[in-house]
């Protein structure tokens, strides 16, 4: 109850005028816009651009929002179908090189590492490099998912919403998904 407390007073204060309360509602959201955005779009110029049309976007449309989901749900649809109306825009480009192998998302930002074994932390950081290179091979769809749902902690429900696709859609992705990486990280383990 409070959480909608505070987005409801977030979002009053930004249509009041409040560039403050603006500025806290991209910080509050940028990281899942961009998890959002970044599967779909891959890491290059045009990401930062999609980016800040979703908050453009975002401040222009924010009257009609309604409260009637959450407004992360709302922000994360509005970055998903800008990426769409990108994609469709962009549909020459093949979606399998989109993705670049010199500046990848890193699905893990930091190392939790409790040794002061140097062999140790060398294994540990292998194995999250390992882990980033197979989550960037993943088909676009499932690393969305897979982000949203690990990284950004949304429930699938809100996930279903934000995709605009069925709940069972959102699990079918997600299974997909754990069992590429298990392939990719076991094939990486025998080689």
Request: hydrophobic residues 40%; glycine residues 2%.
């Given at each position: 109850?409070?959480?909608?407390q505070?987005e409801?007073?977030?979002?009053n ?47 222009e449309?924010?009257n ?42 890193s ?9 002061d ?23 676009e ?34 299974f ?16």
């Open positions: 109850m409070q959480k909608v505070d409801k007073y977030l979002v204060e930004v249509l009041s005028g409040n560039k403050r309360a603006f500025v806290q509602l991209i910080r509050q959201y940028e990281g899942l816009v961009l998890h959002i955005v970044t599967p779909l779009i891959g890491v290059n110029e045009d990401r930062e651009d999609i980016c800040q049309d979703v908050f453009i976007k975002v401040y449309k924010l009609t929002f309604q409260f009637k989901s959450k407004l992360s749900t709302w922000i994360g649809n509005i970055a998903y179908n800008s990426s769409i109306n990108y994609l469709q825009k962009k549909k020459n480009v093949l979606l399998s090189n989109i993705v670049s192998t010199e500046n990848e998302l699905f893990i930002d930091s190392i939790n590492i409790e040794t074994n140097p062999e140790k932390i060398s294994i540990r950081r292998e194995d999250i490099s390992q882990l980033n290179q197979s989550i960037n091979i993943l088909p769809f499932q690393k969305t998912v897979l982000l949203l749902f690990y990284k950004e902690e949304i429930s699938l429900d809100e996930i279903s919403k934000i995709l605009e696709i069925p709940v069972n859609t959102v699990k079918s992705h997600l997909r998904a754990r069992n590429s990486l298990k392939q990719l990280m076991t094939k990486k383990e025998t080689i």
